[in-house]
């Protein structure tokens, strides 16, 4: 349906032809390929409130899974909101301003063919204005409000994505923003946090904390919409069955892990302690010319976990991933040095790598001093998001019918050398929750996302150089 044909399907009236139409109406009306979300339906009936004026001074966190049209429902709401009142003044926050710029960029699209008219004046990406004087202005987390008002905020997804969300300097300034925000409401105006979640303390889960002084009541009214809804009981359906039936959520639930389905999905992000590695495929035979690279973990401070060092050597081709020897050994520094040469010589042209941060630089100097080189890749991240994307080549995509990248031996003969650390390897690999407090050993992982990090140019990857050997045959 195009504008045109939008404005010209009504007689010339002094009432507004939005008036009394809901969002499940004017969605498909404007949108024919989008359905109505009656799936959103606690979601759409707050938006429907506060753009009609029966709900003033609203407070919402609302929790949507990925891939369920929370975007769009809002895009369609703020929309609504300028074509029925075109005095209103609206801000959409994301985590960056290209995207809210991009969908203000779509708003602005909706409400033209809706019969709203913008100002010649003032209309660009970032801001437009109606004839009426109406706004809406689309910002980043890192934008400025200051000096402004609005009658209506919507954040929508603060955080981009969990690297970030593990960041506390990036929940604080993501936090901060949105406190400052809400001071800008003008008076009766209503906000809302709309987002998937990474992080028991991302915005909404800092929002549903906030207990008003004098009365004791929690400010936010927070509205929670997982994507399985009873999950674990005879009673489990899924949120949006027309598009996201529970067949197809319980593929993602196995495919992406037991933390990002809580999060993400669930909207319950409970503190990483989740099974992250789950089932490698298998090798018996290795690919010709495979990249070499080996993967350390030289980190100690003391502690029982801590004690212990590794070096996963793996292999690459065709972007698959073999492990090819794992070593773990008490840390100490003759130890590490030893373990090195001897994969140095096992695999001639291959260069060791390891994560660092705090007293593992120390480590890699001592070991230079003696010989053994060992390139330091930033820490950057968390255990827990570093290893992330190497559980997902880990466990593959069952959804999509993509079977695990990393393959372990399928015995204890199947590597160029005996194979004895097999069953510890796997035990610590599906043992790791990236939870450090809980996690007993991650030597062996940390060395093996080194690894792997470096061969498919992944996190540090680009910090430092690489060089690496290759296998002349298949063994």
Known sequence: MSGRDLRDDHEPSTTNRWEGVKLYDYIPRVSPKFAAPYHLDPFVKALDGVIDGTITDGRFAVTCPVRHAKTETVKHAISLALAKDPTKEIFYITYGANFSQRNGRKVRRLFLESGGVISKDHNTIQEWVTEEGGFLLSTGIDGEITGRGADIIIVDDPIKNRQEAMSAIIRDVAGEFIEEAETRLNVGGSMFIVAARFHVDDPIGRAVQKVDDDTGERVWTYIHQPAIIDEGTA?????????????????????????????????????????????????????????????????????????????????????????????????????????????????????????????????????????????????????????????????????????????????????????????????????????????????????????????????GADDVPFLFGRTERAR
């Open 235 to 459: 009673h489990e359906r899924a949120l949006w069955p027309e598009k996201r039936s529970l067949e197809h959520l319980k593929k993602r639930r196995k495919a992406v892990g037991p933390y990002l389905w809580a999060a993400n999905y669930q909207g319950d992000p409970n503190p990483t302690g989740g099974q992250i590695f789950g089932t490698p495929g298998r090798y018996t035979v290795l690919p010709e010319g495979m990249r070499i690279a080996i993967g350390c973990d030289l980190s100690y401070s003391g502690t029982k976990k801590s004690d212990y060092g590794a070096i996963v050597v793996v292999g690459e081709y065709g972007g698959n991933f073999y492990i090819l020897h794992v070593e773990r050994f008490r840390l100490r520094i003759d130890h590490a040095r030893h373990r090195l040469r001897f994969a140095f010589g096992r695999w001639p042209g291959a260069t060791a790598y390891s994560y660092v941060s705090g007293t593992e630089r120390g480590a890699i100097i001592l070991l230079a001093q003696q010989g053994v080189t060992v390139y330091p890749l930033p820490a950057r991240w968390n255990k827990a998001v570093r290893a992330a994307p190497v559980a997902d080549l880990w466990n593959g995509d069952p959804e999509r019918g993509e079977p695990p990248r990393v393959f372990v031996p399928m015995t204890l003969n199947a590597s160029p050398t005996p194979c004895t650390w097999l069953g510890e390897y796997l035990g610590e690999m599906s043992a790791f929750t990236g939870n450090e407090s809980i996690d007993d050993y991650d030597d062996q992982v940390d060395a093996t996302v080194a690894a792997i990090d470096i061969l498919r140019g992944g996190i």
